[in-house]
Nanobody, 126 residues
């Protein structure tokens, strides 16, 4: 069992940046694929980014357009999401997720991830 806790959300103006963190505990995690999803009210949970167990491979949702960077520090059992040039439409609850298959970084459906954090709110004002 893996527990995930997200931090770093908040209110930011359009064009600004935020860095989200996801700390893993329990049966961590260095061999897990880690991902970020987001969900706005009334919307489905959308794929944002994923990273394989070593950090050497990443995959992003189409809407990212180079604005976000996912990374991980296995020594700290933490995965990060650096978000730049934020837009009001990026407003959502951002969730961290884990899949025990460390090579599953191209999986972009929330149904493929077994472990989830509680989410952190990101609000971008115009």
């Amino acid at each position: 069992q893996v527990q995930l806790v997200e931090t770093g959300g908040g209110l930011v103006q359009a064009g600004g940046s935020l860095r989200l963190s996801c700390a893993a505990s329990g049966r961590t995690g260095s061999r897990y694929t880690m991902a970020w999803f987001r969900q706005a009210p009334g919307n489905e949970r959308d794929f944002v980014a994923a990273i394989n167990w070593s950090g050497g491979n990443t995959y992003y949702g189409d809407f990212v357009e180079g604005r976000y960077i996912i990374s991980r520090d296995n020594a700290k059992n933490t995965v990060y999401l650096q978000m730049n040039n934020l837009k009001p439409e990026d407003t959502a609850v951002y969730y961290c997720a884990a899949n025990p298959d460390g090579l599953a970084y191209t999986l972009n459906s929330y149904l493929e991830y077994q472990y989830w954090g509680q989410g952190t709110q990101v609000t971008v004002s115009s």
